[in-house]
């Protein structure tokens, strides 16, 4: 998505949509003269998609120049709006696809005549003055198809060869033109050529343009379904809203939503923008953003989120978060920087392309040398036809593809799922998760406790036990403080005024309320503190062993009782451990809570490892012990907590629903609050990575075994040499395999067990 900032000393993205890149080594060579250019942070290109997204100050014009230099043709995507981009990048690939097409009839119409005559009527050779004539102006012809059908290639190969590289159109260009250069020899200067060489390539040069731009042209038609994900995102949006301003009714394009805009949204709508709703009840469908099938009921504030749909009731909502800053907005492009990104696996094949292009080239010489050399008559053809074979037969496009296709059809179908991965290394790293470390609350559990008992120690009834810790938690954002506060309110209990507000982290928290100095937390706190707590920690034991958490309570330092929070397990948690538990993951559950507690809960979904009573700065250190073990650690959290454990471990994952996602702290984050995302998110990764092995092994290997038999390894033993068209149809095919291979996995589903 083209940004255009007034702003330079700003940083922000650009998207520039790239012409003339044929493979994975042009995208290295772009990157770098990108990164070349004074205020830029980062460079990537999406060689499937042929984009790159740019960060930094540079202004959009010295990026376009950089590219120009590095022998390319860019321009920026000038649409702000996803949709419009989406169309911008569309119909740029159609007006392509187009002009492809038109090469390649032109180039085939002139190249299939001559290939069928060479089969089926005579030899293409030139022995008498008539068949100089006639094929001097087949030559011309051919000519005309390399410059009409082949000029992009040509002129690919000069820039290259300007900026001291080599790529995909250099052996296109060198391999077709060699083949036309030795066929005019013949035409025009027959007595330099041995006679039994005197045969014309001009088919195989019309047959090598027009079936390589084919194969451009159905690899670019099958690239664009890859986009499908994005698309069906960006098809959330809506595309007009219903505010209510100066008591009116406006139906506005969504771009004019302002924040605090009260917006109306009737039955079967979508949603336009984030909001809070204010006024009516409804059902809402959120299952296009978190894979969540059950529609979720709305009442007054209640978050809803752009893109969803409105089933039921009529509501009032007032805007919170408008255009880009939408929290589908975000996930768009999220989804789209992860599309762009490259994993580890897919730098090794832009790291072998560098090499592979210039390689090729020497190969190509040592094979014509060989059979000017050793080879039988007419070795001068002979040596012509095997160095353009090679040169045509192992230009590196499938490799270039295999990586960023599978990315992007895997990103796009984790998202479906409503796992957003950040970027590839992530999409890598999370397919070798070895140990899953799973917090406990809101993770594996609800996330929003109850209080289930109050057991009083001392004077106070329990209306007032619970009216002094409502009134010292009150402004605790913890969930267990939260739920001993909602208890309170559920009955009616009203709070005081707190002063002296203290919290002990990992521990408890201490005030002072109506002259009484309070103190609430575990055991542990208490002792430290001297509290005689008697045959109370027997009572706390048995509550925790029914997986409740017992927290004790004291008034001026004397115990007033022990209030237990439970806090329900997911319904899907169980069979969401069992299935990465299936899968070979270790799964360690980390919490805060007391030893009982934990055990109890641990036992209840099938967890056989935890950590008890870990303070929130010990999480970080539970991932790197069981880094290690020689573990790849995998750190499920709400994303805020638990930012340092999820930083430090290999993938962290943030779990959590609608607007209240962490989209920005963590590697992985699943929309919704199901650990099957968690699941989801392995199983992506790890059929989205083997995608990318087949489709680098099947690229690396075609090119590698190809080049033999082009080079003539078959002729001592079969008298078989490969033809140039032939190489020219498998070349152009290759690509196409991958990018068909790569989109194999939007049909991929998870095993749900």
């Avoid at 569309?90 to 190249?111: H, I």
């Avoid at 005309?144 to 290639?153: D, E, P, R, T």
């Avoid at 809506?238 to 302002?258: G, M, N, P, S």
């Amino acid at each position: 998505m083209g940004v255009k900032t007034e702003d330079v000393s700003s940083s922000s993205i650009e998207e520039l949509i790239i012409e003339g890149a044929g493979c994975a080594s042009c995208v290295g060579k772009i990157e770098s003269a990108l990164k070349s250019v004074s205020g830029v942070e980062n460079a990537e290109m999406n060689f499937a998609q042929r984009t790159v997204s740019v960060t930094g100050t540079a202004s959009p014009s010295a990026l376009v120049k950089a590219v120009e230099k590095a022998g390319y043709s860019a321009k920026v995507a000038t649409s702000q709006s996803g949709d419009d981009a989406l169309a911008e990048k569309e119909q740029a690939d159609w007006a392509y696809y187009k002009r492809l097409m038109r090469e390649m009839t032109v180039a085939l119409s002139l190249g299939v005549p001559l290939m069928i005559y060479s089969l089926f009527v005579g030899e293409m050779t030139v022995t008498t003055t008539s068949e100089r004539v006639t094929w001097l102006v087949v030559g011309i012809l051919t000519l005309g198809v390399l410059y009409f059908s082949g000029k992009h290639f040509f002129v690919g190969a000069w820039q290259s060869l300007k900026n001291h590289s080599a790529n995909m159109d250099t052996l296109i260009a060198l391999g077709t033109g060699t083949a036309w250069l030795y066929s005019m020899v013949v035409v025009i200067v027959p007595h330099l050529v041995p006679e039994m060489a005197r045969h014309v390539y001009f088919e195989a040069t019309a047959m090598i343009i027009g079936l390589i731009n084919l194969g451009l042209a159905l690899e670019l038609k099958a690239r664009g379904r890859t986009s499908e994900a994005i698309k069906r995102l960006i098809g959330l949006q809506a595309k007009t809203a219903r505010v209510i301003r100066d008591d009116k009714q406006l139906d506005i394009a969504i771009e004019d939503v302002l924040e605090e805009d009260v917006v109306r949204v009737r039955p079967g709508e979508k949603i336009p923008v984030d909001g809070k709703v204010i006024e009516g009840s409804t059902t809402v469908d959120e299952s296009m953003l978190t894979g969540e099938p059950m529609p979720v009921e709305k009442s007054v504030g209640d978050d809803v989120v752009a893109g969803t749909i409105n089933k039921s009731g009529s509501f009032l909502f007032q805007a919170t978060r408008v255009g880009k800053d939408t929290a589908l907005a975000q996930i768009i492009n999220m989804v789209k920087r992860a599309q762009n990104s490259k994993p580890p696996i897919g730098r090794l094949a832009d790291v072998i392309s560098a090499y592979f292009v210039p390689v090729v080239m020497i190969i190509a010489v040592i094979s014509a040398l060989a059979w000017l050399n050793f080879g039988p008559e007419p070795a001068l053809a002979f040596a012509v036809v095997s160095a353009t074979t090679v040169l045509i037969i192992a230009c590196p496009c499938a490799l270039g593809l295999a990586t960023p296709m599978s990315v992007m059809v895997g990103v796009g179908k984790a998202a479906e799922a409503g796992v957003l991965i950040r970027n590839g290394e992530a999409l890598q790293t999370a397919s070798k998760v070895s140990a899953m470390i799973l917090d406990k609350t809101g993770t594996i559990t609800l996330g929003s406790p109850k209080v289930t008992d109050v057991l009083v120690a001392s004077e106070y009834d329990e209306q007032t036990v619970l009216q002094l810790a409502a009134t010292l938690e009150s402004g605790s954002e913890h969930p267990l403080a939260q739920a001993i506060v909602e208890s309170a309110r559920e009955r009616g209990i009203k709070t005081s005024k707190v002063s002296n507000f203290n919290a002990i982290a990992g521990h408890g928290v201490e005030a002072e309320v109506d002259g009484k100095s309070l103190l609430f937390g575990n055991e542990k706190l208490l002792r430290e503190r001297q509290v005689e707590l008697g045959n109370f920690v027997e009572k706390a034991q048995g509550l925790a062993a029914e997986a409740k958490t017992p927290m004790y309570f004291a008034v001026d330092n004397e115990l007033a009782a022990i209030i237990a929070v439970a806090d329900p397990i997911k319904d899907d948690s169980v069979a969401a451990i069992k299935r990465l538990q299936d899968n070979g993951v270790r799964v360690v559950m980390l919490t805060g809570d007391n030893r009982a507690t934990a055990e109890a809960v641990a036992e209840k979904v099938g967890i056989k490892e935890f950590f008890a009573e870990v303070l929130p700065e010990e999480k970080s250190k539970k991932v790197q012990e069981l880094q290690m073990e020689g573990e790849i650690v995998g750190m499920t959290g709400d994303g805020i907590n638990d930012a340092p454990a999820l930083a430090i471990a290999n993938v962290g994952f943030a779990i959590g629903t609608g607007t209240d996602v962490a989209i920005e702290s963590a590697d992985i984050t699943l929309m919704r609050g199901s650990l099957h995302g968690l699941a989801d998110a392995v199983a992506v990764s790890k059929a989205t990575l083997s995608n990318i092995k087949q489709n680098l092994f099947g690229a690396f290997i075609y090119n590698v075994a190809g080049i033999p038999f082009a080079a003539g390894v078959l002729y001592p033993f079969f008298g078989m040499l490969l033809s140039p068209v032939i190489a020219g149809a498998a070349m152009a095919f290759s690509s196409l395999t991958v990018v068909s291979n790569a989109n194999r996995l939007r049909f991929f589903k998870a095993k749900k067990h």
